[in-house]
Structure formats: C-alpha cells, structure tokens
C-alpha cells in the first residue's frame, strides 16, 4: 500500500520531484565529469609518461655533452638510465612552411616513444624516420613515405617507418608561445644517432636526460661534482609538456571542486526546504497513517524514502550526465583530443568520488527523515491537523507610516518575502548561483581576448620571428638586422631563487616589441634595472628600487640587479637592455630577431635556423577560444538550467503555501493577471537583489579561478560591459519566464475549496 502511496505522491508533487532530479543530476553530473577529466588525464598521461621513459632531469649545456659525460652521470649512485639528447626545429622540404621537432635520443629507453604503427626503433638505422602520428594524419604521410629536414644547409633525408606518440611531445607545441598545437604546420619526428651523425658529420648532444629517484637538490650536488660545472638542471616540471600536463590536471582538480559545490550545495539546501514543505502538506495524511495503526517507524521509513528516492534517481542520471560530459571533454575529437596526443582516452572515475556520492546519498536521506520526523510528534488526533505555521507578529517596518503609504501589492509582497525568510534566501541563493556561473564564464572570455589583444594586438608589433643558427657570427646577425629593419634579442638561462628562469636581453629600435604593467600600458625599457614578471615579484617579495642576484648556469658568476619594473609577462622572465647587460658584464649571444616582414617574404639564409609567424602563434589561440567559448556556452546552458529548476521547484512550493491567501484575494475581486502581477513582481525584486549580489560574486569567483588556472599566462580579470548585460537579461529572462509559469496556476484556484476551515 505504502509503495502505492509513494508513487501517488511522486506524481501528485511530480514538479518538486522533477526539479529536484534534475538539480541533484545536474549536480552530481558536473561533480563527476569535472574529477573524471582530470583524473582520466592523469592516469593516461602518467601511462604514455612511463611507457616511453619520460626524463626526471635535463642537464643541459650550450658546450654539448660528451659520451665520458653521459658515462660520469649513468655511474652516479641513485640514477637508472642516462641518454644524450638533442632537440632541433627543422624545416619539411616537401611541405612548404612546415617545421618538425626532430629528436635524437641516444638511449631509447629515456626519452622515447611509443610506436602506434609501422616498424620498430633501430638505433643504428642510417633512413629510419620515426614520425608523429598526428603530423602524419594531418598531412597525408605514410609509413613508407620519403621525407627531407632542412637543418643549418644540410639535409636530412630518410623513409618513414612508423608513427609514434611520445611523452616529449604530450603538448605538440613550439614553445611557451604557442598555446595549442597545429598539427598540420608543426610535428616531431625521432631519428637514430647514426642517421644524424652520418647526416650532419659530427655529434652534438646539448642536453643529457636522466630517469633518477634522487631529489633535485641531491642530484645536482651530485652531477655538479661529476661534471666539474655548474650545470643548468631541470626536472620535469620544468618541461613543457609535463608542466602544462599537470597544469591541466590542476586546473580540472579545481573546476572539479569549485562549480560541483555550488550547484550540490543549492541542490541540498533546495532539498531541506522542499522536503519541509511536502510533508507539511502530508501532515494529515501522517495522521491518517497514524489512525489506522501504522506504527510510526514504518511511516518515518516510507516518507524517508521519498528523500532516498530523489537522490538516487538524481545520482544515477548525474553519474551518466558525469560520464557523458568526461567523455566530451576526454576524446580525441573533443577539446582535450586538440590538446593533448595520448595513445588512450580511457576514463577513471576518482575512488573519492564514489565516498562524496554516498555521502551525499545519506544526507539527502537524512533530510527527509528529519523532515517527517518533526511531523510524527504526538498523537494520532494531532497529526491528523493539517500544518499551521506560527503566528506571525507584525513587522517592525509595518508600524511605519511610510509602509502604509505604499501600494497594496508592494506592501503583501514585502511582507511575504520577510516573513518566509527560508523561501527568500533560497531563491536568492539559486539566483544568485546563476549569476555567479554567468558572470564568471563570460567575464573568462573576455578576459581571455582582452589577453590576446594586449599580448599580441599591443605587445607584439612584428611579423616574424627569426631564429640565428648556433653557429650564426656577430656579421650575420648584423646583416639580417639592417635587412630587415629588424629588433634583437638573447636569452640567458639564470638562477633566480630556486626556480631556472630566463633573463631575456633585449636591443629595440624599431618598436617590433613592446613590455606591459600590471595595468596593461605600455613600458619603455630603461637602461638602468632590470624588468621582472608579476611572479617572481609576488614570489621573491620584490619592488620596484629592490636589488637581486642571478646566477647565469654554466657560469660561477653572481651579478645583481635592480628592480626597474614590474611586467606582465606570458613567460616567468626577467627583461634587461642590451645596454644594461653590458654595463654588468652578462655574456649574452643574440640568438632571435623581430621583424615586421613576413615569413614567406624572407629569403633563405644559411644564418637562419626557423622562422616562426606571430599570425601562426595568433591562429593557435584562436584554436583554444574556440574551444573555451564552447564550453563557456554549456556552463551558461547549465545556469539558466539551474536558474529554472530552482526557482520554478520554489514558485509551486510558493505558490502552495499562498494558496488560501490568493483565493482570498480572488473572493475580494481581484482577477487573475493581477495576482499573476503580484507573483512576478515579487520574483523580479528577488531577482534584482540576487543579480547585485551575484555581479561582486560573479567577479569574486573568476579572480579566484584565474589565480588558480592562470598557469604561466599571467592575466588581468577584465568583464566586459556587454556580459554584465547579457547576465542580467538572461538571469532576469530566467526569473520572468518562471514567474508566469506559476502565476498561470490561478486560473485553476477553487475558491470554495481554498476557504474551508482548516478545522
């Protein structure tokens, strides 16, 4: 019979029920998807990661490393495996204006790949080209096919015989510049030493990787003494693509734990005050219960499982919402498939999350069992009297003149949203919620083209960038500069703190380069101080007229600088003249130039290594806008949809409560749309209070998401006037659409019925 009941009463009260699935779905959904992103990445990555050797170091040296040097590190106590490594940008003979990260590892074993098809590595191979899978698909290459690298007027010409993945090159990226990868103008390809070798006639390894359990600072200690040098040393978070891996990670750890709350925490409070409500309205048929000599166990078990019921239908579906958003994001044609190059996109849901699911299963429980509960005290005859709500005294604010001076609508409607002050809170608090998801979202997008344009609207006026060869003289950069009417710059690898950093010696003269402030204008380089990025300032506590010391690796040298300014940077960076590093005596080599020609209208040159296109750099961001603004516009879907559920599962529980009180208004002659009027004007002030609190909290959230998801990007929160606006309209578009869709259930008051005595 009881069982009977339930399914009555779920579909007498079928719009509480509903809403509160859909809220508890929507919830648990993002709860799921989010933390399954994130620790789908990292079981996937972590498996490429050890399958293909990744190094735990990077010594790296401008001299090179001998094969004695590789034989000193192997023998160190605490190291497993040591390869001499080189790294190059190479140019596609056969593909115009295409480059590929060409590999040499010595030991494939650190530093590898991971062969998704063709032949095996042969380290002795004299033709063997082991090529991105990725930059295969994407230009039509095959296993088979003859490729030519063009490197320093030497070309390196061999037969493709497999296609690979590898944990280098997770983040098929040119460098720190480039955002996301472009897979039809960029890849890598691995070749064997003796191919290279016999290639170029000579070796040279400029870097040595090491797969080591000892901690950074015993390993450097170590390798220092072995090498007789101070050697640049780098782990693998330094890396690139180690580094942006884990920044995901982090970043879809704190998605994960920020938007889920919010909507679980509106979800649970929504589900104490309808729970409330529905066995208020169940009050007498308890009594009945109670009356026929059901014991009260049994009723407290039945209406407990109106709760249970709710939550576990709504865990269900948010667990399959929370695969079917995980996938979404984890495919390779989803956004992370654009992303990251992972050989598998399996999905791992968090052992956690299964505890927190439960969790949240019991305290749903637990809410409608207090819920009855309170109802179930006393005898038979007691319960069988329908719910009465305390007397409520007159508001303070209703003694006053000005109170009496204002309209009859004004007046009821105030007066009900003080007096139901739970009913008020929670409606503010899913407008509220709504606001914040809306203002946050579009205030990232717009944070994120205020970026661009300052980054490469105001920061970078050139065309290209050229890169010298290492063997490039002074002569050539000299000739290339006055070609071009070109700007130059050199970088330092430099020990600040405990962190390697690059100190980036500039020589302007053409204006191809400009530096921002904290407050986005424009920095004129002085010739006396250096320029640090905000984070290093934040981390070392500096200010502009403090002094500190660098370290230039491979150098004893200790020189100090001043503090000239505070930059904005996309790289953690210090920025000196060339001027300033002369007058300390920094040994530098010009290795880059800033041109505002063209790529395709610079000629070949046996002085220039690559040339990279700021519009290539500008193409591959737009790449990631797109995909940002994709799911930007499904958080804005799950707000509006969150909006609705919230305050439409409040409007009828409203809506019921004010029962009597509006047929009363109907008995004294007031129509239909005027008590409709008297609804959604009380739902629109509620929504205008919830829309100032949400602004602030809408900004609040979005500093503290940038802080965490900024990366290396260093961005200044910027909300545009436009999606202030379009937050607004929506959210009031939101409560609108709402508030007519209950203040159209007047129409089916009965007034006879509604004014019966409660008795």
């Not at 809220?23 to 399954?36: D, H, P, Q, Y």
């Not at 649970?268 to 066995?279: A, G, K, N, S, Y």
């Amino acid at each position: 019979m009881l069982i009977r009941k339930l399914f009555r009463t779920m579909g007498l009260y079928r719009a509480q029920f509903l809403s509160m699935i859909i809220m508890i779905a929507l919830g648990v959904g993002v709860f799921v998807g989010m933390n399954m992103e994130w620790y789908s990445i990292d079981k996937n990555t972590s498996y490429l990661f050890d399958a293909t050797g990744f190094a735990d170091y990077r010594i790296v040296s401008e001299n090179g490393f001998s094969s004695e040097d590789a034989d000193k590190i192997a023998a160190l106590d605490g190291v497993d495996a040591v390869s001499r490594y080189l790294s190059i940008q190479v140019d596609v003979k056969e593909k115009q204006d295409e480059s590929v990260a060409l590999t040499v590892t010595e030991n494939a074993e650190v530093s590898g790949f991971l062969l998704m098809e063709g032949n095996a590595y042969e380290k002795d191979s004299k033709d063997g080209i082991w090529l991105s899978d990725k930059y295969a698909a994407a230009n039509n290459i095959s296993v088979g096919d003859t490729l030519t690298f063009l490197y320093a007027n030497k070309e390196i010409q061999g037969h493709v015989e497999g296609l690979i993945k590898s944990g280098e090159y997770l983040i098929n990226v040119r460098d720190e510049s480039q955002l996301m990868p472009d897979y039809t103008n960029f890849g890598f390809a691995y070749i064997s030493p003796a191919m290279y070798e016999n290639a170029m006639g000579f070796a040279f390894y400029p870097q040595l990787n090491v797969i080591s359990s000892l901690s950074k600072e015993d390993f450097s200690e170590k390798a220092d003494d072995a090498l007789q040098s101070t050697s640049l040393i780098l782990t693998k978070d330094e890396t690139v693509s180690y580094a942006q891996t884990n920044g995901e990670k982090e970043e879809g750890r704190t998605m994960g734990s920020v938007l889920p709350v919010l909507f679980l925490v509106i979800a649970i409070l929504t589900m104490v005050t309808t729970m409330h409500r529905i066995t208020s309205k169940e009050k007498t048929q308890i009594g009945t219960l109670k009356a026929l000599g059901f014991k009260d166990r049994r009723i407290l078990r039945h209406y407990t499982s109106y709760a249970f019921t709710i939550g576990l239908i709504g865990s269900a579906l948010g667990i399959g919402f929370g695969y079917f958003l995980a996938w979404y994001i984890m495919n390779p044609s989803g956004s992370m498939g654009t992303y990251l190059d992972m050989p598998t996109w399996d999905l791992y849901l968090p052992g956690f999350c299964i505890y927190i699911l439960i969790g949240i299963l019991i305290l749903l429980t637990l809410i409608g069992f207090l819920s009855v509960k309170e109802m179930l005290k006393g005898t038979a005859a007691d319960a069988l009297r329908p719910y009465t709500p305390k007397k409520m005294k007159n508001l303070f604010i209703e003694r006053t003149r000005l109170f009496h001076m204002l309209p009859f609508g004004t007046r009821w409607n105030l007066r009900d949203t003080i007096r139901h002050k739970s009913r008020t809170a929670m409606s503010l608090i899913g407008i509220i919620g709504c606001m914040t998801i809306m203002v946050g979202c579009l205030g990232m997008r717009d944070t994120m083209d205020e970026f661009l344009d300052i980054s490469f609207g105001t920061a970078t006026n050139y065309a290209s960038r050229i890169f010298l060869t290492e063997d490039a003289t002074e002569a050539d950069a000299d000739r290339l500069l006055n070609e071009y009417n070109a700007d130059r710059s050199a970088s330092v690898s430099i020990q600040s703190g405990d962190k390697a950093v690059s100190l980036d010696i500039y020589d302007i003269t053409h204006d191809t380069v400009r530096f921002i402030d904290r407050q986005s204008n424009t920095v004129a380089l002085q010739n006396d101080g250096a320029y640090i990025c905000s984070r290093i300032a934040e981390d070392r506590n500096l200010k502009v007229g403090d002094t500190f010391t660098v370290n230039p690796y491979g150098s004893d040298d200790t020189y100090t600088l001043r503090v000239a300014g505070i930059l904005h940077s996309m790289s953690e960076n210090v920025v000196v003249t060339a001027s300033y590093a002369d007058t300390l005596k920094i040994p530098y080599t010009f290795s880059s130039l800033y041109t505002a020609v063209e790529k395709q209208d610079i000629a070949a040159d046996d002085a220039i290594k690559s040339i990279q296109s700021k519009q290539m750099i500008m193409d591959s961001f737009d790449v990631f806008t797109e995909i940002m603004n994709l799911m930007i516009s499904l958080m804005v879907i799950v707000a509006m949809i969150l909006g609705i559920v919230v305050l439409y599962n409040l409007g009828v529980m409203s809506y019921t409560e004010r029962y009597r009180e509006m047929a009363t208004l109907k008995v004294l002659g007031f129509r239909d749309k005027k008590i409709g009027a008297l609804l959604i004007d009380q739902n629109l002030w509620v929504t205008l209070l919830g829309i100032l609190i949400g602004i602030p909290a809408g900004r609040a959230a979005l500093q503290y998401l940038l802080k965490k998801l900024a990366g290396e990007y260093e961005m200044n929160m910027a909300i545009y006037p436009a999606s202030y606006l379009i937050s607004i309209v929506l959210t009031f578009g939101v409560s609108l659409l709402v508030s007519i869709m209950v203040s159209r259930k007047n129409k089916k008051i009965d007034m006879v019925e509604a004014l019966k005595g409660t008795e």
